[in-house]
């Protein structure tokens, strides 16, 4: 990606994500007076005095700690750090200096990157706060006094970023990016699924259920496209979420469907489709967005001749509303089919985004007209009198009929199924809108 990276980084409960959260515009980091909530990176885009740029929040830094979790947010910081074009180092000013700040400031000056000392929670802007002058201390340069709760000083520490920002290249900010969410309940290989794609450890993984907390962006690039990869943390059955940040988790997995284009409904193989994934599968589907379905860890299933078919069988058995989703098998761990995903995504996404003519659209209603007649009722026969697509993602189609009554579930079904077979819509949603002549046209 040309635009440039901005890196936020520094102790747990300093404020970082609530700084991230205003200046992207949005609650995409999870906020809560609890350290060590944020715990991967996440990537969002801003803009400042018309450049555009992304911005990372990381999870806090404890240079010394030991716990597992703890030491993968290290590697995670470590990461944003090095791909970074400009570094904002997040304080408390109410704490002072502290040992964590100053070795922090110590790894940032080995980067040798351009640094932005911001020094948060600075809630009293009238008047100097002294504690200010001690980060002088840190020998990373001038501190920028802040409020991120009240959003005070912001706009100085952008002016700063800015200033560090590379020259702006000719084809900055032109990319055509395919949005992929990949869902599933917890502990099901999706964070595994995006190490395997990025080649490098992008997400925290471990085998405790709920490591992922936040929606995690992650940009791709390979000659099949550009993507981005939007790791979600794991749905759970509802009640059974219990802490306020695990509320939290769903409301961003939920919020990663409606920002993609594509959903990849992860299964464990060895589990099958379990009620919660019907759930889940169900939030792509109304959504209308464009859904693979992926059974991970094939690796470890045993097979034999026809277990493949049989497996697929069973899946649609369960997930009969997703009859139109492509099923692939892969094994995060171990690459297997791993490559074959782009080509699906692409299809997918384009069949989601798909436009068809009036002219063309209205031959196919007239040949399927024509195999099979509209039903009647009383006497009363349905008329199709013409259709039109309305929107695309997913592709929605109003048919203009002399009686909408008339207009049985089943013979809308035989339609979809036939504007699907004639223009390939695998992996999307199609909607029907009945319209009876001079109804008003709402979408």
Sequence with gaps: MAKPMVAIIGKPNVGKSTFFNYIVGKRLSIVEDTPGVTRDRIYADSNWRGRDFTLIDTGGIEPKSEDVIQIGMIE??????????????????????????????????????????????????????????????????????????????????????????????????????????????????????????????????????????????????????????????????KSKVEENIEKYSVMRSLLAVERADVCLILIDAKEGVTEQDTKIAGEAHEAGKGVIIVVNKWDEMEKETGTLEKYKKEVYNKLSYLSYAPIIFISAKTGQRVDKLFTLINKVANNNSMR?????????????????????????????????????????????????????????????????????????????????????EEF
């Design 356 to 440: 068809i003519s009036t002219s063309t659209l209205n031959q196919v209603i007239n040949e399927a007209i024509a195999v099979v007649q509209p039903p009647t009722d009383k006497g009363r026969r349905l008329k199709i009198l013409y259709a039109t697509q309305a929107q695309t993602k997913p592709p929605t189609f109003v048919i203009f009929v002399n009686n909408k009554e008339l207009f049985h579930f089943s013979y809308e079904r035989y339609l979809v199924n036939q504007i699907r077979s004639n223009f390939d819509l695998e992996g999307t949603p199609i909607r029907i809108i009945s319209r009876e002549k001079g109804e008003k």
């Design 76 to 237: 995670q910081a470590n990461i944003a750090i090095n791909i970074a074009d400009v570094i904002i180092f997040v304080t408390d000013i109410k704490q002072g200096v502290t040992s964590a700040d100053q070795e922090i400031a110590t790894k940032l000056r080995k980067s040798k990157k351009p640094i932005v000392l911001v020094c948060n929670k600075a809630d009293n802007f009238g008047t100097p706060d002294p504690n200010l002058y001690e980060f002088y201390n840190l020998g990373i340069g001038t501190p920028y006094p802040v409020s991120s709760t009240n959003a005070l000083g912001i706009g100085d520490v952008l002016d700063a970023i800015y200033e560090h920002f590379p020259e702006k290249e000719e084809n900055e900010g032109d990319e055509e990016i395919i949005n992929v969410a990949i869902i599933g309940k917890p502990n099901v290989g999706k964070s595994s699924l995006v190490n395997k794609i990025l080649g490098e450890n992008r997400v925290i993984v471990s085998d405790v259920a709920g490591t992922t907390r936040d929606a995690i962006d992650s940009y791709f690039e390979n000659e099949k496209g550009k993507y981005n990869f939007i790791d979600t943390a794991g749905m759970r059955k």
